[in-house]
C-alpha cells in the first residue's frame, strides 16, 4: 500500500516508531473559468484535483518542526518560537509561513516531524503552493489543537484563510482566495462557483456527457513571486480607484457593473489599465453564464465562454505568452474540442481544454506534435479527475 511505503520512508528520514503517526491531504486545482477576479472581489469556478500533497506527520515534544519532502534530500528544521527568521528558505517557507499564521490567529502549534509527498505538479499553474499551505494547516492544526476533532471539526474556510495569509506575508505573494479555498473546500466531482467578495459559495455537479476536462501542461516553469501577478494586482487597483470617481460605492472591481463600466470606462485614460479593468468586468459575467450553462448541461456554449476568457487573458490582460497561447491554438484545431484556456496565473503553467472522450488519445498526439515543433519540448497531459478537498486520511 502507498500508505505504508510513505510511513516507512518517513521512519527512514526520522527514525523513531510508527505511535503518533497521521496522514493529511490537501489537493491542487484546476480553475474552469473566473481568472484574476478573485482578488476582485469576484466570481471564479476551481475544482479540486484527485492529484494532492500527502503529508505524513508525528509529534514531537519539543517547539522545533522538521520538514523534509519525497524528493528531496535537505531537512529543514525550525524553532516555532521564532518563524519569521526563516523567512525566504529555498524550500519549507509555505509550511513555516502557515505555521506562524496559525500561531498568529491563536491556534495551538506543537513541536513535529512532517514528510511532504508532493503530486501536484511544481510550478504548473495548478496549485502546487495552495495544496502544501492548506495539508499543513490541517496537519498542524490536528495534531496540536486539542480543540478540534471529531466533534468539533476543524473550520475548512478557516484553514483556506490562514493558508492564503502566509503567501501574503510569508512569501509575498498578493494572492486571491481560489486557490486555497478550492483545496481546502473541494468536493468530489463537483466544482465551486465561489464568490470571493463574502466566500459564498455553491457546489456544482460537473456532468460532461462524453467529454472531459483536459489539462495541458506547458511544462514552462513560472514562479508568481516574479512580480507580474502582483503588478497584475496593483494595475486593477489603480483602475479601481480612477472608476471610484463615477462609482463611489464600488469597494473592488466586482461592484463595477457592466453597465457603468460601459458608461464610465474611458475615465481610465491609462489604455492598459483600462484593458484589466475590461478583462476583470467581463470574466466575471463568463463566470455566471459558465455556471448557468454547465447547469443546463450546455457544454457547447461553456467551451465558447472557455475560448473566450482564453482570449481576454491573451489580449486584455496580458499573462498567455507563447507557450499557454500555442497549446490553447493546437488544441482548438482539433475536432471534437469545444474550448481551451489558461487556467490558473498565466505566464506559463497549464491550460484546460473540453474534449470530446474518443478524441482524447488523438489530441494528446496532435497538439503534444506541433508543440513540441514549435516550442522545442514537449507538453504533459493529464485527464482531470475531480477530488475532494483537504482532509486527514486513515491510516
Ligand atoms: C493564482 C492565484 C489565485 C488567482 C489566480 C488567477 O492561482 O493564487 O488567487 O488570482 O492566480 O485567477
Not at 456532468?207 to 494586482?233: A, D, F, P, Q, W
Request: net charge negative.
Amino acid at each position: 500500500m502507498a500508505d505504508q511505503s510513505l510511513i516507512t520512508k518517513f521512519l527512514g528520514y526520522f527514525g523513531g516508531e510508527t505511535q503518533g503517526i497521521r496522514l493529511f491531504a490537501s489537493p491542487g486545482r484546476v480553475n474552469l473559468i473566473g481568472e484574476h477576479t478573485d482578488y476582485n472581489g469576484g466570481y471564479v469556478f476551481p475544482a479540486a484535483l484527485t492529484l494532492s500533497t500527502t503529508i505524513v506527520a508525528r509529534p514531537r515534544q519539543d517547539r522545533i518542526i522538521r520538514l523534509i519532502a519525497t524528493d528531496l534530500e535537505r531537512m529543514v528544521e525550525a524553532d516555532l518560537d521564532n518563524l519569521p527568521a526563516y523567512m525566504g528558505l529555498p524550500w519549507g517557507s509555505y509550511q513555516l509561513g502557515v505555521a506562524h499564521e496559525l500561531i498568529k490567529s491563536g491556534y495551538k502549534v506543537i513541536g513535529c516531524d512532517l514528510m511532504y509527498e508532493d503530486k501536484v505538479p511544481l510550478g504548473s499553474g495548478l496549485s502546487s503552493s495552495a495544496a502544501i499551505e492548506v495539508a499543513t494547516a490541517i496537519a498542524l492544526v490536528s495534531l496540536g489543537d486539542e480543540r478540534f476533532g471529531k466533534e468539533k471539526p476543524i473550520d475548512s474556510i478557516e484553514m483556506a484563510v490562514i493558508s492564503q495569509k502566509a503567501e501574503h506575508n510569508f512569501i509575498g505573494v498578493k494572492c486571491g482566495i481560489m486557490d486555497q479555498f478550492a483545496s481546502a473546500m473541494g468536493k468530489k466531482d463537483h466544482a465551486i462557483f465561489l464568490d470571493c467578495r463574502d466566500l459564498s459559495f455553491e457546489l456544482v455537479p460537473i456532468k460532461l456527457s462524453g467529454y472531459s476536462l483536459v489539462i495541458g501542461n506547458t511544462n514552462k516553469k513560472r514562479s508568481l513571486g516574479e512580480g507580474k501577478y502582483n503588478e497584475r494586482r496593483s494595475e486593477c487597483e489603480r483602475g479601481l480607484d480612477i472608476l471610484k470617481k463615477a462609482v463611489p460605492e464600488a469597494t473592488c472591481l466586482r461592484d463595477v457593473s457592466l453597465e457603468n463600466f460601459l458608461k464610465y470606462g474611458h475615465v481610465i485614460e491609462d489604455v492598459t489599465i483600462r484593458k484589466r479593468v475590461e478583462h476583470v468586468i467581463y470574466e466575471n459575467r463568463r463566470v455566471l453564464d459558465s455556471v448557468a450553462a454547465l447547469k443546463e448541461g450546455k457544454l457547447t456554449a461553456f467551451g465558447e465562454l472557455m475560448n473566450q476568457s482564453h482570449d481576454s487573458l491573451r489580449d486584455l490582460y496580458e499573462v498567455t505568452g507563447k507557450e499557454l497561447d500555442t497549446l490553447v491554438n493546437e488544441a482548438r484545431k482539433v475536432d471534437g474540442v469545444l474550448g481551451s484556456r489558461m487556467t490558473g496565473a498565466g505566464f506559463g503553467g497549464c491550460t484546460v481544454s473540453l474534449v470530446r472522450n474518443d478524441r482524447i488519445e488523438d489530441f494528446k498526439i496532435s497538439v503534444g506534435a506541433a508543440y513540441t515543433k514549435q516550442i522545442g519540448y514537449a507538453p504533459t497531459f493529464y485527464v482531470s479527475e475531480i477530488g475532494d478537498g483537504g482532509r486527514e486520511l486513515s491510516l
